[in-house]
């Protein structure tokens, strides 16, 4: 099997490293995270405008380059090397999923607003019944004449703070249904937080909300393997962006194992040292492979394509897990503090870990869909 990108690919992915380069620094990053608004507006826009990563998965009807999951692939893994916090899987790969596969004008016109950098969404789906099982909720949406009238919450909504518009999962009498919410709608109230990994997040009450007919995405109660797929793309996505941020960890620890020195020598030159970092490399390289494996899965069947992301899930947390704390130990104290950018990569790993499900979860996953 070929695995080479083609000229294009490799053309986007060095665009997209030369940018992030040259225009993402990460203490002003970690600053504006942790005091400021969570995310850089002109590093979004910068996005849409100057490299147009928005839009490269997208259909061309809607501004898009017509691009796939490998095009989805290459960019999540770039911003991962970068450690961005804009919330690129939530809009441009979960969102922007929902949305093209619901079709109609609402949908159409916000896949242009994605495209052009002006729309940014997230999908409340968890509840706190819910565990990582988007399709166990309470939510509900009742017609009310001509309006959708919803109730309920949902809870750990990354990037829900820095969103125009909420995506809700709610039950109807037909089904699990998606909404479109925009997120200043009267009766939704945001309890907003900041996660480990210094992002944006938010647990949100809907209380009586009122929506046009046309809020409805897609066929009503007919969002459930739409959501599923939806969901698969985006743990592809978040697989790829911690292969990017392993990548960077493991070389950092390489490079500073060449320069502490221990009892006179570097502490690089001590064989058990040595082999740690291989371990890490092996750990790495079987991120890739099942990154790779969900990927090049994403358009197969629904049973497949779901153990691939099962699968993908389980191998990456597991050498995130490693890697990360691996790399951490490395590097002694200075591991953990705010000056290298080691801690920082640890704590995304870490949280990469559990979203959309933890390990032992998606082996749960890929066991039951074997015996299926």
Not at 9 to 19: G, I, P, S
Not at 179 to 184: E, G, I, L, Q, S
Not at 201 to 226: F, K, N, Q, T, W
């Amino acid at each position: 099997m070929d695995f080479e990108f083609t000229t294009e690919q490799q053309l986007l992915r060095d665009t997209v490293a030369e940018f992030l380069t040259a225009r993402y620094d990460l203490e002003k990053s970690r600053s504006v995270a942790r005091l400021g608004a969570g995310h850089q507006p002109e590093i979004w826009r910068g996005f849409a405008e100057e490299v147009g990563i928005l839009g490269a998965s997208l259909p061309e009807r809607v501004g898009g380059f017509d691009g796939g999951p490998i095009e989805t692939m290459i960019i999540a893994e770039a911003l991962g090397a970068a450690l961005v916090v804009e919330p690129y899987v939530d809009t441009a790969v979960l969102g922007a999923g929902l949305l093209r596969r619901a079709g109609g004008d609402r949908a159409e016109d916000l896949l242009r607003g994605i495209v052009a950098g002006t729309v940014i969404t997230a999908f409340a789906a968890l509840e706190a019944e819910s565990g990582y099982n988007a399709h166990r909720i309470a939510t509900t949406a009742r017609r009310d004449g001509a309006e959708w009238v919803l109730d309920g919450a949902k809870i750990a909504v990354t990037s829900a703070p820095l969103a125009t518009h909420l995506l809700v999962s709610a039950r109807t009498a037909a089904g699990l249904s998606l909404f479109v919410v925009p997120a200043d709608s009267a009766g939704v109230t945001q309890h907003a937080y900041r996660t480990i990994d210094e992002r944006r997040a938010a647990d949100i009450v809907l209380d009586g909300v009122r929506l046009p007919a046309d809020a409805l995405l897609g066929a009503d109660g007919a969002a459930g393997d739409s959501i599923d797929r939806a969901v698969d793309e985006a743990i592809a996505a978040i697989c790829a962006e911690a292969v990017g941020g392993m990548r960077r960890v493991l070389a950092d620890t390489v490079e500073y194992s060449k320069q502490r020195k221990q009892f006179g020598v570097p502490i690089g030159s001590f064989q058990v040292l040595q082999h740690r970092m291989v371990d890490m490399y092996l750990e790495l390289e079987q991120a890739i492979a099942a990154t790779y494996l969900v990927t090049l899965k994403l358009d197969a069947d629904a049973p497949v394509r779901a153990r691939a992301a099962a699968a993908a899930k389980a191998t990456v947390a597991r050498a995130a897990a490693f890697i990360g704390q691996h790399a951490v130990q490395l590097h002694g104290a200075m591991g953990m503090t705010e000056e290298l950018a080691i801690g920082h990569f640890f704590k995304r790993l870490t949280a990469i870990r559990y979203e959309w499900g933890s390990a032992d979860q998606h082996i749960a996953r890929y066991a039951a869909l074997t015996r299926a």
